[in-house]
């Protein structure tokens, strides 16, 4: 199958590019250049998402001055900032039985994920501390994670947070402060993001749709090749094959903005087409390919005959790829969660290979050979879904993935 070049224009847009920036407007205009390229009309759609910026963070104790970052979305102390206790917390189960917290400063040695979160609003702590990266980073090679709270954290309302890195946290701890000081001043808002949308019309069964979604944003510090600018590539490389093939179902091409965010751009989507989400047949989404070191995957949110269909198409093509049922944690899961079975691929990397999320996300990991064997086989997985004379995908979520859906969005206690 010949490529289109679409791995050339991974190089224009491995810059940063954080959900509602304007970074992420510029490489949505760039998107539509391409799908204009191959005679493809598209679109942006808006919608809006939180936005903050950090005035002031700091963290003191009678020893002296942290470095820190203030977490986006917690709210800000006084302007004479706020003094506390300091409380470890190293469980839920911990916190769960502890009594008030009220004029403590709670320090969380893991992520700061939903449960917890919710945990600490209910036993009234004053502020937080949280860690960033390793005890074994440089400082000079390293940057301080710039953590953000979702809206599912402070939908339950808002405590001020700081990120500390991983080794002066373990230097705060040995000196066994008593009591420590948190500035944190933020301004917060609203900002515009952006989903870009085109279309490849079908010709005999054109009511039929099967989309093909990709997030094109980043996270701070980040450039973004592998993580998600090769998925935004991969999908562009499909929308040129298709729009010189023409299908005979209907393709969206979806690039989907601030999934950094928590899955922001699918969300906006999915509710402002709920009416047509009925025509849709299929999400095949795309998150991370190219990587030199690696190996891939599919999953499935879907019935398991899927799941048996690509791993049968693996071996009859010839291409490695290791198949699962399960809920990903990307752009599927949106259209999953509106019945609409979905599969994501990626080419993941092993321990120790290529990383995501920090500034080591650089094209240097990349390789196109790779990448193009990637895509010619999800071409070649779509065209046989596209192309197909009954679609072979049952309209279903089966109840085993709806729990699973029901507790990755949060809506059980059992993973949060």
Not at 84 to 99: A, C, F, K, P, T
């Amino acid at each position: 199958m010949e490529n289109n070049n679409s791995f050339d224009f991974l190089k224009k847009i491995a810059y940063e590019r954080t959900g509602g920036s304007e970074a992420e407007l510029k490489t949505a205009n760039l998107i539509i250049t391409e799908c204009h390229k191959y005679h493809v009309e598209a679109h942006l759609e808006e919608f809006l998402v939180d936005g903050y910026e950090i005035k002031n963070a700091t963290l003191e104790t009678i020893d002296g001055n942290y470095e820190v970052t203030g977490v986006g979305m917690s709210g800000s102390t006084g302007v004479d900032g706020l003094v506390g206790e300091l409380i470890l917390i190293e469980s839920d189960d911990e916190l769960q039985n502890m009594n008030s917290l009220e004029g403590k400063i709670v320090y969380i040695s893991t992520r700061m994920m939903v449960k917890t979160y919710k945990l600490l609003c209910e036993k009234k702590a004053s502020g937080f501390i949280c860690t960033s990266g390793s005890l074994y980073d440089e400082v000079e090679n390293t940057d301080l994670e710039k953590m953000t709270l979702r809206q599912r954290h402070y939908e339950h309302g808002k405590i001020p947070g700081v990120c500390i890195r991983m080794k002066d946290a373990q230097k705060l701890l040995l000196s066994k402060p008593k009591d420590v000081k948190i500035n944190l001043q933020q301004d917060e808002f609203k900002l515009s993001s952006h989903n870009v949308v085109a279309t490849i019309n079908g010709s005999s069964k054109k009511d039929e749709i099967i989309c093909f979604t990709a997030h094109y944003d980043s996270v701070p510090f980040s450039t973004g090749a592998y993580d998600n600018g090769t998925g935004t590539t991969t999908i562009l490389e499909a929308l040129a094959y298709f729009s010189k093939n023409r299908p005979i179902r209907t393709l969206k091409f979806i690039w989907c903005g601030s999934e950094e965010m928590g899955l922001l751009g699918s969300k906006a989507y999915t509710e402002a087409h709920k009416e047509e989400l009925e025509q849709y047949k299929l999400c095949i989404n795309v998150d991370m390919t190219g990587v030199v070191i690696g190996h891939d995957i599919a999953c499935c949110t879907s019935e398991k005959s899927l799941v048996h269909y690509i791993n049968y198409m693996g071996r009859e093509c010839g291409f490695s790829i290791q198949a699962r049922q399960g809920v990903y944690s990307s752009d599927s899961t949106p259209f999953a969660d509106q019945g609409i079975p979905a599969v994501s691929f990626a080419r993941l990397a092993p321990r120790g290979g290529a990383e995501i999320h920090s500034r080591k996300d650089v094209m240097d990991f990349l390789d196109s050979e790779n990448y193009y064997r990637t895509c010619e086989f999800l071409i070649s997985f779509a065209e046989r879904m596209i192309g197909s004379v009954y679609f072979p995908v049952e309209k279903s979520i089966p109840e085993e993935m709806k729990k699973e859906l029901d507790s990755y969005l949060g809506r059980t206690d059992e993973k949060k």
